[in-house]
């Protein structure tokens, strides 16, 4: 499987942006870059993904590096509700979500 | 529709009763999955069906018995369970398993206690 590698935490104050890195140095050319999030007592939700260009979605945008090896995950004005647990996945066309650590995302208010 | 539902939310079950997890999405999606997350832990892959037939087993005990009736439907038979296996199991699925260009849609999961 491909790895990611993510901070273990970060912390921000409410309505500032939130830049979560995601490492993934091994990554081949045909593998997607993921994103999901879940918070307390809940499944993951599904937050943005991208192959090589930026994207950007109601939720967040997705920096992509020109060589593909490194991630950022964008979210624009953190509120509390943002306070969760962020995965950043790599999925190839064997369809196995695999989840690493992840990033926990506090957010002060 | 754009869930994934699954019941019971809870269930406590001694090890040796006979239960089952359910999983139903109608999204049209046809790859379906089940996951096991130990607390403060991420989720771990269980098993993978694409067009209702299993396609990966990620060597689950055999206590763990999935089946999948048909495109809407997934179920978790669980039999002689152990303590450990006390943990939250999560149903996903996604448009279509040779895709990877869509997101997966996640249920709530079902909080399995095992006495």
């Known amino acids: 499987d491909a790895k990611t590698t993510q901070p273990n935490s970060m912390e921000s104050n409410e309505e500032e942006p939130v830049h979560l890195p995601c490492n993934h140095s091994t990554i081949s050319g045909t593998d997607y870059i993921h994103w999901y999030r879940q918070l307390p007592s809940q499944g993951p939700e599904y937050v943005i993904h991208?192959?090589?260009s930026n994207v950007n979605n109601r939720m967040a945008s997705l920096a992509i590096a020109e060589d593909r090896k490194s991630s950022t995950l964008i979210l624009h004005r953190a509120t509390l509700r943002d306070a969760a647990v962020y995965y950043c996945i790599l999925i190839r066309d064997d369809y196995k979500l695999s989840f690493g650590a992840g990033t926990t995302v506090t957010v002060r208010a | 529709d754009t869930e994934v539902t699954q019941t019971p939310k809870h269930l406590v079950m001694g090890m040796t009763n006979k239960k089952s997890l359910k999983c139903e999405q109608h999204m049209g999606h046809r790859a379906m999955y089940w996951y096991k997350q130990k607390a403060k832990k991420p989720p771990e892959l269980m098993f993978v069906y694409s067009y209702e037939k299993l396609s990966i087993n990620e060597s689950v005990p055999s206590r763990f018995s999935p089946e999948c009736p048909n495109s809407s439907l997934l179920n978790l038979h669980l039999h002689a369970l152990q303590p450990e296996d006390s943990a939250l199991y999560l149903c996903?699925?996604?448009?279509?398993?040779?895709?990877?260009?869509?997101?997966?849609?996640f249920g709530s999961g079902t909080r399995l206690t095992v006495v």
């Open positions: 991208g192959l090589t």
């Open positions: 996903a699925s996604s448009q279509d398993p040779s895709w990877p260009s869509y997101g997966y849609t």
